[in-house]
């Protein structure tokens, strides 16, 4: 199962870029889809995810800014980030955890996004 992720790039301090992740080619029961950011020598980190039953999680850094939302027919989930900081620079991979009588997961590709000061 392959998760297209769309939506990074480049954009100043201060706009706005929306990130999209397509896991419509999932079997599995979906228990939570969501991103996550990584940058050179560090950890992948969670940005936000939401569950099947809409209940969402954000990192402290991105609250307030950042909305995460998803399509459960469509088997979707976009991230829409606003007031980009420079250091929400970084590769975003799109997460999905399936139910497979034990929690498993799926990464996307990855999709760079750049805030320039």
């Known amino acids: 199962v392959q998760l297209q992720a769309s939506g990074g790039g480049l954009v100043e301090a201060g706009g706005s870029l929306r990130l999209s992740c397509d896991a419509s080619?999932?079997?599995?029961?979906?228990?939570?889809m969501g991103w996550y950011r990584q940058v050179p020598g560090k950890e992948r980190e969670l940005v936000a995810d939401i569950s099947s039953g809409d209940r969402r999680n954000y990192s402290d850094s991105v609250k307030g800014r950042f909305t995460i939302s998803s399509d459960n027919a469509k088997k979707t989930v976009s991230l829409q980030m606003n007031s980009l900081r420079p250091e929400d620079t970084g590769v975003y991979y799109c997460n999905v955890k399936v139910d497979v009588g034990f929690e498993y997961q799926y990464w996307g590709q990855g999709t760079l996004v750049t805030v320039s000061s």
């Open positions: 080619g999932m079997v599995f029961e979906i228990v939570r």
